[in-house]
């Protein structure tokens, strides 16, 4: 039973840092393309960074330069070090899973993910 567990959300003021945890039972992270979405109130869920089983990275443009995936293979864990947060960052942030090496134009497609986790709540104030 594969199950995703994200920790780490809070709130920040601007210019702050947050590092995300998703943490997965049931299968290894590192065979499956991971992924980190985001929804602010209001607005369609996002892609925001995503890995595949093969170890290539996407990022979304507002976040390049400001976010970091790392994965930690002993702990089975996701991280997504969020520096330089805005208050446009501020989202319920979601872990996501495909068993799928999904390519780089697949990798912010919802559809394309099986799993998810509850999500874990950001907010950045200015």
């Known amino acids: 039973q594969v199950q995703l567990v994200e920790s780490g959300g809070g709130s920040v003021q601007s210019g702050g840092s947050l590092n995300l945890s998703c943490t997965a039972s049931?299968?290894?992270?590192?065979?499956?393309?991971m992924g980190w979405f985001r929804q602010a109130p209001g607005k369609a869920r996002e892609g925001v960074a995503a890995i595949s089983s093969a170890g290539y990275t996407t990022y979304a443009d507002a976040v390049k330069a400001r976010f970091t995936l790392s994965q930690d293979s002993a702990e089975n864990t996701l991280y997504l070090q969020m520096n330089n947060l805005k208050p446009e960052d501020t989202a319920m942030y979601y872990c996501a899973a495909s068993p799928i090496n999904l390519g780089q134009n697949f990798r912010f497609l919802e559809g394309n993910y099986k799993h998810w986790g509850q999500g874990t709540q950001v907010t950045v104030s200015s």
């Open positions: 049931g299968y290894t992270i590192t065979t499956y393309t």
